[in-house]
């Protein structure tokens, strides 16, 4: 695969950028999103003069400083007219989001099909993939860092979490407590969806678990058959292939 590439992924709390070469991939230190200006994307270009980018973005804000800071035969803007090499089994292609495409991409390319992608982001979405690669739809969840900070912002007692294992099934602290509700309680979310995806598709060849707290949840949850943390930046890594061959 020629290169080397950009990949630009801005998520609604982080942005990751990486440099692609081949198959490998080389991850800067992700940054706030809301830091995002045109000043950071300029000095992305000054420090890769000779890279083409691909761009996912979920934050319009982020997108238009972006697209101006190269020229558009050198930026390929993540969308369902993007080249995906996918067949798109959904409605109204023009909803689903840049990052789940990408996810869409790289699970076509790179796991058992039919398949699902589950990204654990500010929210948790799930990504259905058909036999054929095609992307049929999915379901999005609300995240788990989302729903631990909603229950510190809305109460006056309960304190803001860090995740973790939880080491026994009834807290005996408020933390505690809390961590069995979170992290076990969005496992049994996560199993009561995939429960409902495989009744109406049938048997899943995968289940692939990225984003944050991926491999976490993965951890206590046998229907999760791999943990990959980079599943979007190899989906916009295969789109730079397809859109610069």
Not at 212 to 231: C, F, K, N, S, W
Request: hydrophobic share 45%; proline share 9%; charged share 20%.
């Amino acid at each position: 695969m020629p290169g080397p590439f950009l990949l630009i992924n801005v998520n609604n709390t982080f942005t990751k950028v990486a440099v692609a070469q081949n198959r490998t991939i080389r991850l800067r230190k992700p940054v706030p999103t809301r830091s995002l200006d045109a000043a950071f994307f300029h000095q992305l270009k000054k420090d890769h003069p000779d890279h083409r980018v691909v761009l996912a973005s979920v934050v319009p804000a982020a997108s238009r400083p972006a697209a101006r800071a190269w020229k558009p035969t050198e930026i390929e803007q993540l969308s369902h007219r993007s080249p995906l090499g996918i067949p798109i089994h959904y409605p109204r292609p023009a909803q689903i989001g840049a990052d789940r495409l990408a996810n869409a991409v790289a699970a076509a390319h790179s796991f058992p099909l039919p398949c699902v992608v589950i990204d654990f982001g500010t929210a948790t979405t799930f990504d259905v993939m058909a036999a054929d690669g095609g992307y049929l739809g999915g379901v999005i969840a609300p995240g788990l860092n989302a729903m631990t900070e909603y229950l510190h912002q809305r109460t006056a007692l309960l304190p803001r979490l860090s995740m973790a294992e939880p080491r026994r099934n009834i807290g005996r602290s408020t933390i505690e407590a809390m961590r069995i509700g979170t992290v076990r309680g969005y496992r049994g979310l996560i199993r009561e969806i995939l429960q409902g995806i495989a009744a109406e598709l049938g048997p899943l060849a995968s289940v692939v678990a990225t984003g944050g707290q991926g491999g976490l949840i993965a951890r206590g949850m046998p229907e999760i058959d791999i943990v990959d943390p980079r599943v979007t930046l190899h989906g916009l890594r295969l789109v730079a292939g397809l859109r610069w061959p």
